[in-house]
């Protein structure tokens, strides 16, 4: 009896250390253009309202000289106007360099900051891009959180960003 008892209760502890988790794929593509400069991206979290929640990655030229980089965040606009603006660069575990092109992979853990506590609800995956020379695109993912079952959903760019992909796990 008291086997059963524990491994009934092993199981339940199992199940509930198991946390959701996002999974997100940026492709930087590349360009035909004859002066070529790295994106700056922003990766966020809104609600279906586009209530901003949380930022998750912000990519910028880190190594300006005076942080001459960050001069140019407000080219992200709708990051800028909802989160940016209002943050002190570098952020820990958010801010990160530009990436070259190429596919590009960010992990959220459902146990950690910002999802840890996220309500349920209908949400957006929102990336951001913008490049100097270039021109500027945002693309939104709709999701549910918590993830009632894996998923797989995606969105195409048309010119500064390729595809982003979103896998939920619960």
């Not at 002190?88 to 958010?94: A, K, T, Y």
């Not at 840890?116 to 709709?142: F, M, N, Q, T, W």
Request: hydrophobic share 40%.
């Amino acid at each position: 009896m008291n086997k059963i008892l524990l491994s009934s209760l092993g199981c339940l502890l199992s199940a509930s250390l198991q946390a959701a988790e996002l999974n997100i794929e940026v492709e930087v593509p590349r360009l035909n253009v004859a002066e070529y400069h790295r994106p700056y991206v922003a990766i966020w979290l809104e609600t279906a309202t586009q209530q901003h929640v949380a930022d998750l990655a912000v990519w910028y030229d880190l190594k300006l000289a005076d942080k001459e980089g960050e001069k140019w965040l407000k080219d992200l606009r709708q990051w800028w106007r909802r989160s940016g603006r209002h943050l002190q660069m570098p952020v820990d575990n958010v801010s990160g360099a530009t990436r070259k092109v190429g596919r590009h992979r960010l992990s959220v853990d459902g146990q950690q900051a910002p999802l840890k506590g996220l309500a349920s609800g209908d949400y957006h995956l929102v990336v951001e891009a913008a490049r100097e020379v270039g021109g500027r695109e945002l693309l939104r993912i709709p999701f549910q959180w918590p993830p009632q079952g894996p998923q797989t959903l995606d969105a195409q760019g048309q010119h500064e960003l390729g595809a982003i992909t979103l896998q939920l796990t619960p």
